[in-house]
């Protein structure tokens, strides 16, 4: 059995190598798409920018990612 507790899994005796297995390849998927999402934002960010040709100076940049990564 798992169960969620003070932001951690806490896994019981029965957990077997299958099981950890099966969460790995969770943990990887959900990372994945994570990582897909704020790829997509930024070249959104990037194409927006070549096409109004206006650069996006530090400050814009790094407000706009910290949007980009926020988003849930």
Request: proline residues 1%.
């Amino acid at each position: 059995m798992i169960k969620y507790e003070a932001n951690m899994l806490v896994l019981d005796s029965s957990h077997s190598k299958d099981d950890q297995a099966a969460l790995n390849l969770f943990v990887e998927n959900v990372q994945h798409l994570e990582r897909q999402r704020i790829l997509q934002g930024i070249k959104k960010l990037e194409d927006q920018s070549h096409a109004t040709k206006t650069p996006l100076y530090q400050e814009t940049m790094f407000a706009k990612i910290r949007e980009i990564v926020n988003l849930s």
